[in-house]
């Protein structure tokens, strides 16, 4: 990348910076019926106790799960060369409401014993968001394994195609003969950030640290594959060992991403995107652009999600899916005047 | 899987004797009261400030006079009158935090399924989970709660709930006794099977039940078995029973042939499917429903 794109990709990163920072004040001040700056509020103890226990882990977390999202959406579309690929196309979104109606239909089985409640009940702060992240990552190594391996990136799509329409079915089937999970399914499938606090956000952080450090630094075969799988190869890239760590990545960073805040729809496949049409780069900017970018939408439909119907609140995935549609409908028309 | 029943069994007793100690542990005034999911919660006194996430919680916080202790209720409660002015702070599963905060409950009664649980603990408020959905959970329900609620008179409520089942039985007509109920929960065919809080209403005022136990409490069942199961007696929402005829093969059914069918109210419905203190009355008008019914 020469240095007048290094400038322009620094100027998006720290403009997006400002916006997430500017997003996240709107985020503290947003959540009872009114928009207050919360500064001199915090003397009321209940009032800081919103403030820095509710509103500021949610705000962030939305932030940090959002750029896990960004930067999955970067890789998929990287790794498959397809501006469609979305974080969840190796079936990892299917994998992990599986998990989570097992866990669910066992604790409501199970709790009609109530010492098996008890074994459960200790289990669901945890078993929840540690089944959607198992389930999330066993549903890419099944994807994997059906495909074969990791060199073919037609294989991986047909593989995530039929892999998540199969445990989709089977979750269906589970919410059939246990119904009373349903209303949890429904929760976790709209997505939302409403229960982050500063655990998740720990781990959202440090699991989107590491994951970004070892995209950027195998960044440049995912430039080389834009050629086509036969021209990279050409170039010497070792084919399989990069799809190998990039689908690693992509089922750690979704993975972590939906076990937190369940299905947020639409801002992996809108960030590059968004990102792209600011901004043509190579991918260790579009990777890092697109992950703050995702960042950004996340927190955007957070706070909106808490402010258009204060103080009752919309699931924020069923915002990013309105807004992230409605802005790729909008792309779509404009390329299509253009054309 | 034979390890299983060992596990649960060690499980059961790690449970009891962890509670025990921390009832031991606890302050001589203060109260210790374990929820369905097993979790002691300890309050300093009798709770006050009563927020629930569960209609039939707040039903039964109600019923043991504690409705002016509630200070939040959720979205789906609407019953008893009084909670019309208490504050609603959003469904069981995607409550208003802040504004829960806001109310400083001492007491937040809910689900224990609810995810939001951990949540609600991580922020240090005191959570009872609790979740009747049969009568001995009813039974651990009023009991729990008048713990918390510093009420003794609890266990006493319940049992005459109770009696006044048993005293409601002997009014059934004689005709009717044993006969086969098919009881829809919802419009979607899902029936109250002999192992719900309905089935088991049912049994005890002496009727049978149209669903065969094992198939869980609320199956959904196929329009042509209820058909093969010729139930005696149909009880229905008011929006259905219109539309009964319409389903394959029920224009024949003997049962609606002879108008043997109860058209349940709304308000009957949640007073019939909610576990809770309206169970006694939700009963009274099914048994004068099905006795006025002709059995041919």
Aim: proline residues 5%; positive net charge; charged residues 15%.
């Amino acid at each position: 990348m020469n240095a007048r794109n290094t400038t322009s990709a620094v100027s998006v990163a720290l403009t997006l910076l400002l916006a997430a920072g500017a997003l996240t004040c709107l985020g503290l001040m947003v959540g009872d019926g009114t928009l207050r700056w919360p500064w001199g509020l915090t003397s009321d103890p209940i009032t800081a106790e919103i403030i820095w226990q509710i509103r500021a882990p949610r705000s962030i977390g939305a932030w940090a799960a959002g750029a896990l999202l960004g930067l999955a959406g970067a890789i998929a579309q990287a790794i498959f060369r397809n501006p469609l690929a979305d974080p969840y196309l190796l079936g990892s979104s299917s994998g992990a409401a599986l998990a989570v109606a097992i866990a669910l239909a066992l604790a409501s089985w199970l709790g009609a014993d109530v010492s098996g409640a008890a074994f459960w009940g200790g289990f669901m702060a945890f078993g929840l968001t540690g089944a959607a992240f198992t389930g999330a990552l066993l549903a890419v190594i099944l994807t994997v394994t059906l495909a074969g391996g990791v060199a073919q990136g037609t294989r991986l799509l047909l593989g995530g195609v039929v892999v998540g329409v199969v445990l989709g079915a089977l979750t269906s089937f589970l919410t059939f003969i246990a119904p009373n999970v349903l209303l949890n399914m429904q929760g976790f499938m709209l997505g939302s950030t409403a229960l982050l606090n500063w655990s998740a956000v720990g781990r959202l952080l440090v699991v989107g640290a590491i994951c970004m450090a070892i995209a950027a630094t195998f960044a440049k075969p995912l430039d080389a594959l834009q050629l086509g799988e036969r021209t990279a190869r050409s170039l010497g890239i070792p084919l399989s060992q990069v799809n190998a760590i990039y689908i690693l990545l992509l089922a750690t960073v979704t993975g972590a991403a939906v076990a937190h805040t369940g299905l947020i729809a639409f801002v992996g496949l809108a960030a590059p995107h968004v990102v792209r049409a600011w901004l043509p780069c190579q991918h260790r900017a579009l990777l890092l652009l697109s992950s703050l970018t995702g960042g950004v939408l996340l927190l955007g439909a957070d706070a909106l999600a808490r402010l258009i119907f204060s103080p009752m609140e919309l699931p924020t995935g069923l915002l990013t899916a309105l807004l992230g549609g409605g802005y790729l409908l909008w792309r779509m028309g404009k390329v299509g005047r253009l054309s | 899987m034979g390890w299983w029943p060992e596990m649960r069994s060690l499980y059961r007793g790690l449970v009891a004797s962890v509670s025990t100690l921390l009832f031991a542990i606890s302050p001589a005034s203060a109260l210790t009261v374990v929820g369905d999911d097993g979790v002691a919660l300890t309050l300093s006194k009798p709770a006050t400030r009563v927020v629930t996430l569960l209609p039939s919680l707040a039903e039964v916080v109600c019923d043991l006079g504690a409705c002016d202790r509630l200070v939040g209720i959720d979205r789906y409660t609407n019953w008893p009158p009084e909670t019309a002015n208490v504050a609603v702070v959003g469904g069981g599963l995607d409550p208003q935090l802040e504004a829960i905060l806001r109310l400083r409950p001492d007491l937040i009664v809910m689900a224990p399924s609810a995810r939001v649980i951990a949540r609600l603990r991580d922020l240090g408020l005191p959570v009872l989970a609790l979740e009747p959905k049969r009568m001995a959970d009813l039974a651990r329900t009023y009991r729990a709660l008048g713990e918390a609620l510093g009420i003794a008179e609890a266990d006493a409520r319940f049992t005459q709930l109770q009696s006044d089942l048993g005293v409601l039985k002997r009014s059934v007509d004689a005709s009717w006794l044993g006969a086969r109920v098919y009881f829809e929960v919802s419009d979607e065919l899902y029936a109250a099977g002999p192992d719900s809080f309905v089935g088991e209403l049912l049994t005890s005022l002496g009727f049978g039940n149209a669903i065969s136990s094992g198939l869980g409490p609320f199956p959904k069942i196929s329009p042509e078995w209820v058909v093969r199961a010729n139930p005696d007696v149909l009880v229905v929402s008011e929006q259905t029973v219109g539309r009964l005829t319409q389903r394959p093969g029920w224009s024949g059914m003997p049962a609606i042939a002879e108008k043997q069918v109860c058209a349940m109210p709304q308000a009957q419905a949640d007073a019939l499917v909610r576990p809770g203190p309206r169970l006694v009355s939700g009963a009274q008008w099914l048994v004068r429903c099905i006795n006025q019914l002709k059995r041919s």
